[in-house]
């Protein structure tokens, strides 16, 4: 018992503060003045402006070149020259104008090897009437074509400068008709049938 009343009497003499912190324990920092400081609103908000320009593409430049080369050559457009013909093959059409030159071919104001990619037979056919009669190197062409795939559109170059041909000399159309030149090529693709693969083919056979 005696234990018991000293344990009493120690806790009796300990006294405990009714008054606790609102606040927990801080460790606080002298402010001083920053070297990077933030800028003020009014310089926040100014924008920056960038002006950059881009240079055109070499291809770009060149069908400007040749625009500007036509445009000159060809006073009017296409409409107002004397010399001209249409051909027409497949879904293609172009019109071709002729002037007197040294064998040049531009295609929808681009080089004609460029435009044909290069394919031999297809630069092939632009030039056919004029090798037949001789004048491969006394004309210039100029054409303008839509439609169809280049192969058709080649065709119906020969077309058009066949025809253009005949308004320089009527003496033209023998050995270009003797040649086929002047004769529209009038085969197309045949459609395809309900039933078939393609416009014949039908499908395998299967007895079950």
């Known amino acids: 018992m005696a234990s018991i009343s000293n344990l009493a009497a120690s806790l009796s003499s300990l006294s405990f503060s009714s008054q606790v912190s609102q606040r927990p324990n801080t460790i606080s920092f002298p402010r001083a003045n920053s070297v990077f400081a933030l800028p003020a609103k009014s310089d926040r908000r100014s924008?920056?402006?960038?002006?950059?320009?881009?240079?055109?593409?070499?291809?770009?430049?060149?069908?400007?070149?040749?625009?500007?080369?036509?445009?000159?050559?060809?006073?009017?457009?296409?409409?107002?020259?004397?010399?001209?013909?249409?051909?027409?093959?497949?879904?293609?059409?172009?019109?071709?104008?002729?002037?007197?030159?040294?064998?040049?071919?531009?295609?929808?104001?681009?080089?004609?090897?460029?435009?044909?990619?290069?394919?031999?037979?297809?630069?092939?056919?632009?030039?056919?009437?004029?090798?037949?009669?001789?004048?491969?190197?006394?004309?210039?062409?100029?054409?303008?074509?839509?439609?169809?795939?280049?192969?058709?559109?080649?065709?119906?170059?020969?077309?058009?400068?066949?025809?253009?041909?005949?308004?320089?000399?009527?003496d033209h159309r023998s050995p270009l008709k003797k040649e086929g030149l002047l004769t529209r090529d009038a085969r197309v693709v045949e459609r395809k049938k309900a039933g078939l693969k393609k416009a014949r083919k039908a499908p395998q056979f299967s007895k079950r």
Do not use: M
Request: aromatic share 8%; proline share 4%; with cysteine.
């Open 47 to 170: 924008s920056l402006s960038i002006t950059a320009t881009v240079a055109a593409p070499p291809e770009e430049e060149e069908i400007i070149e040749l625009k500007k080369y036509v445009k000159s050559r060809l006073p009017g457009g296409f409409a107002a020259q004397k010399i001209i013909g249409t051909g027409r093959r497949k879904c293609a059409i172009a019109r071709v104008v002729l002037q007197e030159g040294t064998g040049k071919v531009i295609i929808n104001y681009r080089d004609a090897k460029e435009y044909l990619q290069g394919n031999p037979l297809w630069l092939q056919y632009v030039k056919v009437p004029l090798v037949t009669l001789g004048y491969e190197n006394s004309y210039d062409i100029f054409v303008k074509a839509h439609g169809g795939g280049l192969s058709g559109q080649a065709q119906a170059i020969t077309l058009g400068v066949a025809r253009a041909l005949l308004k320089v000399s009527a």
